[in-house]
């Protein structure tokens, strides 16, 4: 109980922050010669390309987001959850005309950054985890790696190098301890998820660093795009090097023969040689291996779908869909719908060095990004106008992040999993298995009938909602300092990000007042907590 108690002191702390004048939220202090400035020369490029497409399809865009509908996007979008309490009343308390510039600085400066792109970046590199069990051996070290890179802001050309490049000496522990207690940094997982296989990973690189659905052409000539089936096993040959020692699956040793570097088309006689996929032929003289020159040509600033794939798939992170929808699927047959903008953009990207956070700033700093989701015009109606935000659906990881924030749930798997401690029963790991795989299209604006039925019937939430197992209501309930307004009013803060509406506020105050359907007011704030949670302005990102 005195364990409890604390923690309920603690919440109660969190709670009463920016009630008045004086605010205890520490917030992480701007980097030291961090500046907008140049990124907001480039969100006013995209807003400009942006509104042209707007005045060509007479299309008449929303208003911008008010503070409460851009910070939890923000929030989600950066941090991979919905901000807290005490973060939304400081916020909307702030009336500097730069705070939201100052809230990306800060997210951006912030560890919760770091996490939220390391689950984007692991659920893309390292998608058989989802799925395999064993697979989720290969996450700790692959994390860990991700961390780094993140941490460091490592340029993205750099940071893709550095993967396409990984050294192979033969000795699985660089990659993976199948005990799950290693703790190095390495992305050799992706190679051992894909089992060493040319042709997996050439159709892995070829979507992820180029946005080419190159598999199409594995088996056969691609149906309407222009690449061979010649051509994608020449991709593949990059990789022909690379063979498994033992028959372990992912937990095999790899080795690299870097002499070799031509694959038979299977079930012909033909033989191909690496090869670009531009035609041209590499010169393999004074070069360390086929894996880096293929590194060399992907990542160079001429190369015609590197930086465009990159900025592609940020701006697909934030908006929901791509400049060109597929994010993996950048083809004359399928044109970006604002081609001037993703030339550009992309431009920008390469001048800035690879800078991922530099991007991140100008795709957020524009008008377009802080649009609200709230439809006043069918006009509006086309996704890839963005003439308002899109409605994305959140990923299961970002359900969970948000539902312990508004909870108060402590999760440690995150630090364990940084130790390479594998916990496939914990809340956090149950809750993620239910989901996985199930949110491919960001723009979908239901969750699954799955999503909906853990989140409604898991008990996780039905011990959350409940004043035992939730320090946020336990903490509203019994704080002295709220009346039923007050105590609404922080529920909705802990949830949806915002202040109730009149209209809201005395329908809650009086169904709380009464006692609900039970005659108790503690079970009717539950109740509220409850459908809150379980409201699609909860579980949607908007």
């Known amino acids: 109980m005195a364990g409890r108690g604390v ?66 996007r923000i929030n989600l979008d950066l941090a991979g959850r919905i901000p807290q309490v005490a973060e939304v009343r400081e916020f909307l308390a702030d009336p500097s005309p730069d705070k939201r510039r100052r809230a990306i600085e800060r997210l951006l400066a912030s560890n919760a950054y770091v996490a939220n792109f390391v689950n984007v970046y692991r659920s893309l590199l390292l998608p058989e985890a989802d799925a395999s069990f064993e697979a989720r051996f290969l996450v700790p070290p692959f994390e860990n790696w991700l961390r780094k890179k993140l941490t460091d802001n490592t340029p993205y050309n750099e940071f893709v190098r550095e993967l396409m490049t990984v050294s192979f000496a033969g000795d699985r522990r660089q990659a993976v301890d199948p005990t799950g207690q290693a703790n190095e940094a390495s992305p050799a997982g992706f190679y051992l998820a894909k089992e060493g296989k040319p042709e997996n990973l050439a159709a892995a690189t070829a979507r992820m660093f180029l946005g080419i659905r190159l598999e199409c052409a594995q ?24 063979q498994r020692q033992g028959n372990q699956n992912i937990f095999a040793n790899l080795r690299e023969v870097q002499a070799r570097r031509e694959l038979a088309i299977p079930n012909t006689e033909t033989i191909v040689q690496a090869c670009f996929l531009d035609g041209k032929e590499p010169d393999w003289q004074g070069r360390s291996g086929p894996r880096a020159v293929l590194a060399d040509w992907m990542t160079s600033r001429d190369n015609p779908y590197f930086a465009k794939a990159a900025v592609n798939r940020m701006w697909a992170h934030f908006f929901g869909i791509g400049l060109v929808d597929p994010v993996d699927d950048l083809d004359v047959e399928n044109p970006p719908s604002h081609p001037e903008l993703l030339d550009e953009l992309a431009r920008q990207f390469i001048a800035s060095g690879y800078d991922q956070k530099f991007l991140i ?12 989701s709230i439809r006043s015009d069918t006009s509006q109606d086309d996704p890839r106008l963005f003439a308002r935000m899109n409605v994305k659906g959140m990923t299961p990881e970002q359900i969970f992040e948000s539902v312990s924030v508004a909870i108060g749930y402590r999760d440690s798997e995150p630090r364990n999993r940084q130790a390479g401690i594998i916990e496939p029963t914990s809340p956090r790991a149950e809750f993620l298995a239910r989901f996985a795989g199930s949110v491919d299209k960001k723009t979908e604006t239901q969750t699954s009938i799955l999503q909906a039925l853990a989140l409604m019937n898991g008990k996780f939430i039905a011990g959350a909602t409940s004043v035992d197992g939730s320090e946020t209501l336990a903490a509203v309930v019994d704080a002295p300092f709220m009346d039923t307004r007050d105590r609404i009013e922080t529920l909705f803060l802990a949830t949806v990000s915002r202040k109730p509406t009149p209209a809201e506020m005395q329908r809650l105050a009086g169904y709380v007042d009464s006692g609900g359907a039970a005659g108790d007011s503690r079970q ?18 908007h």
């Open 361 to 372: 700033r100008a795709i957020t700093l524009s008008k377009a990004y802080q649009l609200s």
């Open 7 to 72: 923690k309920l002191a603690v919440t109660l702390a969190g709670l009463m922050a920016c009630w008045g004048e004086l605010s205890f939220q520490l917030l992480a202090a701007e980097p030291a010669g961090a500046s907008s400035g140049d990124a907001l020369d480039v969100a006013r490029m995209i807003d400009r390309h942006i509104e042209a497409g707007h005045a060509a399809a007479g299309a008449k865009p929303a208003a911008l987001a008010d503070d409460a509908e851009f910070f939890r």
């Open 524 to 541: 009717a704030l539950s109740d509220v907590f409850w459908a809150l949670l379980n409201s699609s302005e909860f579980i949607l990102n």
């Open 219 to 242: 088996c056969h000539n691609h149906p309407t795009a222009h690449w061979k089936q010649e051509q994608f096993w020449s991709y593949a040959a990059f990789f022909a090097g690379l």
